[in-house]
């Protein structure tokens, strides 16, 4: 039997200018968390994402979103409000900062946090005595979020929202860019998102004052003086002048990118919809998901195990959609605002392969796999 090449789940997927920006800092000696490459690259983000907004870019996405809820004034025993369904990054910097998380379930137009649970919980905890800080929304696999709804709520509220973006630059809601519809917004460029700097992330918001918070928390706080001179805690939390070389070129790249996890989607509902067994998240009219990753629902965990075995058996990895953080032993203990939305998603989901560098023969071998499980 011929052997098959692994097909990743989502793996890199470089352009042809990466390279020479990388080159420019090594040539120009700007190895460092700091230079050309750093500015430009958040250039290029903002000019992306348009809206006015400022951006800084970061050693992780996860390094964004604890600095986003440390500028919105979360600390020690503050309650932030949580998507349950997202992956632990948006979590966990809430317990960096000594906070409590309460996690909220998602929809099932978008798969993202629901804006009826997230109203009760919010009136619950006012009840219990303390108000929420922050709302963490997720927009998961792309999709946005319901961006009106969440919106109101914040207003009405007045509690301001972090928009966890890691999985959708380049997705739309109605004529506006994922990354600008928070007070604050984060992406993610590790390795498996939609374009990559290796690792990296950035802190978006239309509020300079934010980017300027963000840079000077994370560059260890430093104040204005001659000598190292500070008044708070701070971190090392800035991008690399090299990694940015690599974000420059993607930039250039990612509306391809785009184009292609878009292409990849469609293949898959126009191979597989006409199974009574597969059903897709569909976009609500006005959303433009980036498709990051391409996720089918199956009636069953068995089956959805079963189809995820059978691929992982021919060299493909596929993986079960987000384990939700109500069911993490880690978060066990914190309050959560759930009516089993995510608990079924996490049972009968499946990630598909997904990168903009899968060729059509991939498509067509993952195909055959999935309809070979679903006749027999
Ligand atoms: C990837 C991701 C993050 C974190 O990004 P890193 O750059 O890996 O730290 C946060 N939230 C979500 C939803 C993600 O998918």
Request: hydrophobic content about 35%; proline content about 5%; some cysteine.
């Amino acid at each position: 039997m011929e052997t098959q090449t692994k097909i990743w789940l989502s793996s890199p997927h470089m352009g042809s200018n990466e390279q020479v920006y990388v080159d420019q800092a090594f040539r120009t000696n700007w190895v460092a968390p700091l230079g050309p490459n750093v500015d430009l690259f958040e250039e290029a983000i903002e000019t992306f994402i348009g809206n006015e907004v400022h951006v800084a870019t970061l050693s992780t996405g996860t390094a964004a979103i604890h600095l986003a809820l440390e500028i919105l004034g979360v600390s020690k025993d503050d309650e932030v409000l949580c998507q349950s369904f997202t992956f632990s990054a948006s979590a966990n910097p809430i317990m960096y900062l000594g906070a409590r998380p309460i996690f909220v379930d998602s929809e099932r137009d978008t798969w993202n946090i629901s804006p009826e649970l997230l109203e009760k919980a919010i009136n619950d905890r006012i009840a219990r005595g303390k108000k929420p800080k922050a709302i963490v929304a997720v927009q998961l696999y792309g999709m946005p979020y319901k961006i009106n709804e969440i919106r109101r709520i914040s207003q009405e509220y007045d509690i301001p929202v972090i928009e966890d973006s890691a999985e959708a630059l380049g997705s739309k809601y109605l004529d506006g860019n994922c990354g600008s519809f928070g007070d604050i917004g984060i992406l993610s460029f590790n390795g498996n998102k939609i374009i990559t700097t290796s690792g990296g992330g950035a802190l978006i918001s239309k509020n300079i004052n934010y980017k300027r918070a963000a840079i000077h928390l994370a560059t260890q706080a430093r104040d204005n003086a001659p000598h190292y001179q500070h008044s708070k805690v701070g971190y090392n939390y800035r991008m690399s002048n090299v990694l940015a070389g690599i974000g420059r070129g993607q930039m250039e790249v990612l509306e391809n990118r785009v184009e292609s996890r878009r292409f990849n989607f469609d293949f898959y509902y126009d191979s597989l919809n006409h199974f009574s067994e597969i059903e897709f998240l569909k976009e609500p009219s006005g959303y433009f998901s980036n498709r990051w990753l391409t996720c089918i629902l199956t009636p069953s965990f068995e089956i959805r195990e079963r189809l995820r075995l059978a691929l992982l058996e021919d060299d493909i990895e596929s993986r079960p959609l987000w384990k939700p953080m109500h069911m993490q032993p880690v978060f066990h203990s914190y309050p959560n605002y759930t009516d089993g939305t995510s608990e079924d998603l996490f049972e009968k989901g499946l990630c598909l392969p997904s990168g903009s560098n899968l060729t059509e023969e991939d498509l067509d071998r993952i195909i055959a796999l999935i309809i070979k499980e679903l006749t027999v």
